[in-house]
Antibody, heavy 125, light 107 residues
Framework: QVQLVQSEAEVKKPGASVKVSCQPS????????ITWVRQAPGRGLEWMGW????????QYARVLQGRVTMTTDTSTSTVYLELRSLRSDDTAVYFC??????????????????WGQGTLVTVSS | DIQLTQSPSFLSASVGDRVSITCRAR??????LAWYQQKPGKPPKLLIH???TLQSGVPSRFSGSGSGTEFTLTITALQPTDFATYYC?????????FGGGTTVEMK
C-alpha cells in the first residue's frame, strides 16, 4: 500500500523544538516535492512549505521563516520537519504529503496526492 | 498572499442532491487550483488538480471547473461517503494557500 508514515505524537513546552519525520512506504519519492501542512484543532489547513526530493531545495511559508527547517536523509528516504521556539498556537496536527515534480531549480506542486496519517504536536506548559 | 474564499462555509444536503462549492481567488491564478476532501481524523484526499482534472481513482460524480478567479467543485448525486469538508488550494503563488473549507452535512 502506497502511503507516508509519520512519527508519533509529541508534547512540548513553549520555547522548545520539535522534529517530525515522514517516510514513504510502498513507493519512492521519485523527484517529487514533500510538502508539510498543518491543521490546528477545529481549524483549516495551513501550508508550511516543501522540500525537494531531487536535491533538498526548500520553500517555506514566510510566516514561519526562521523557525522552520525541512531536511531529508537520502539514505533512509526520510524527510524531517523541525519547528523551533514553539508557541501554544503551534498546537496542531502536522501532515506530510507528496506530489508534483522537481527539477534542479524548483518544484511545481499541482496537487498533493499521497498523505501521511498526521502527527499531533501539543505545545503546553 | 493570494486569499481564497470558499462559499458556502456550511451546506446541508441529502443523498442524491447536486452540490456546488465555490472558491474565489483574490487575484487570477489561471487554472492552478486543487480540491481536497477531508473527513474527521483523516488526512485530506486529492480530488481534482489543475482546476478540472480528476485525480485517478476519484469517482466521476466529482467535477471541477473555472479559471482565473472563480472556481467550482460540483458533486452530482451526493453519496453517503461524500459528507465531509472540502478545501480548495491555489498552487501558483507562495504561500500556497488553502480556502477556509466547506462542510457538507446531512440534511
Amino acid at each position: 500500500q502506497v502511503q507516508l508514515v509519520q512519527s508519533e505524537a509529541e508534547v512540548k513546552k513553549p520555547g522548545a523544538s520539535v522534529k517530525v519525520s515522514c517516510q514513504p512506504s510502498g513507493y519512492t519519492f521519485n523527484n517529487s516535492a514533500i510538502t508539510w501542512v498543518r491543521q490546528a484543532p477545529g481549524r483549516g489547513l495551513e501550508w508550511m512549505g516543501w522540500i525537494s526530493s531531487y536535491n533538498g531545495n526548500t520553500q517555506y511559508a514566510r510566516v514561519l521563516q526562521g523557525r522552520v527547517t525541512m531536511t531529508t536523509d537520502t539514505s533512509t528516504s526520510t524527510v524531517y520537519l523541525e519547528l523551533r521556539s514553539l508557541r501554544s498556537d503551534d498546537t496542531a496536527v502536522y501532515f506530510c504529503a507528496s506530489g508534483g515534480s522537481c527539477t534542479s531549480r524548483s518544484c511545481f506542486v499541482d496537487g498533493l496526492d499521497i498523505w501521511g496519517q498526521g502527527t499531533l504536536v501539543t505545545v503546553s506548559s | 498572499d493570494i486569499q481564497l474564499t470558499q462559499s458556502p462555509s456550511f451546506l446541508s444536503a441529502s443523498v442524491g442532491d447536486r452540490v456546488s462549492i465555490t472558491c474565489r481567488a483574490r487575484h487570477g491564478i489561471n487554472t492552478h487550483l486543487a480540491w481536497y476532501q477531508q473527513k474527521p481524523g483523516k488526512p485530506p484526499k486529492l480530488l481534482i488538480h489543475s482546476a478540472s482534472t480528476l485525480q485517478s481513482g476519484v469517482p466521476s460524480r466529482f467535477s471541477g471547473s473555472g479559471s482565473g478567479t472563480e472556481f467550482t467543485l460540483t458533486i452530482t448525486a451526493l453519496q453517503p461517503t461524500d459528507f465531509a469538508t472540502y478545501y480548495c488550494q491555489q498552487v501558483v503563488n507562495y504561500p500556497l494557500t488553502f480556502g477556509g473549507g466547506t462542510t457538507v452535512e446531512m440534511k
